[in-house]
């Protein structure tokens, strides 16, 4: 997973998935992702950013297992998410074999590097690093499947917002056509 963002010399001594929200915070849970107001003083909100910490953060060290346990469902995973991406929406498209074989790659990729990451832990920052592993026009053709991928996941109840929506547009670079000549066709 990405490291989380450096904090501002203002916010430096907040606790974890504490931020300032105005003159009040927001906490931010970090297995739904799920963000609440708190509407007390600094020290209260601190207070209270500690406590659900401490239940919460041993949770993302068992990977959920105990949140399971606990509630009787397990948290939701990006790789579940791929499952039914694939299943639900994928098959009711009409696309050629050859453009369902690359998307079917690119998710079989999405399972290997990010499958093992809650729905929650998958925030704009996270997405955005991710993609800027990608050059030119991979980066476009990833960040459109993953748009379609989160708004799938929104409209399931899965996740909030679409983070890969909220990431840097880029332009594709346009392609260099040449005529062919006799040299490159028999070099």
């Not at 849970?29 to 239940?55: H, V």
């Not at 948290?75 to 074999?97: I, Q, V």
């Not at 990833?142 to 929104?154: D, E, P, T, Y």
Request: glycine share 6%; hydrophobic share 40%.
């Amino acid at each position: 997973m990405a490291p989380p963002r450096a904090r501002t010399i203002k916010n430096r001594d907040l606790p974890a998935n504490l931020y300032p929200n105005g003159k009040y915070w927001q906490y931010k849970n970090p297995i739904t992702g799920k963000k609440t107001s708190i509407n007390k003083p600094m020290a209260e909100a601190i207070k209270l950013a500690n406590a659900a910490n401490a239940k919460l953060l041993p949770l993302l060290a068992d990977d959920g297992a105990l949140l399971a346990m606990l509630t009787g469902e397990a948290a939701p995973k990006f790789s579940r998410c791929l499952e039914r991406f694939e299943d639900e929406w994928l098959g009711t498209r009409n696309y050629a074999e050859r453009t369902l074989k690359e998307i079917k790659f690119k998710l079989a990729r999405y399972r290997e590097d990010l499958g093992d990451l809650m729905m929650g832990q998958l925030d704009v920052l996270t997405v955005a690093e991710y993609l800027d592993g990608f050059e030119n026009n991979a980066y476009t053709k990833h960040r459109g499947l993953l748009v379609q991928i989160f708004a799938f996941a929104v409209a399931k109840g899965l996740c909030e917002r679409n983070s890969a929506e909220l990431t840097l547009v880029k332009k594709e670079a346009e392609k260099k056509r040449q005529r062919h000549t006799v040299e490159r066709l028999n070099g």
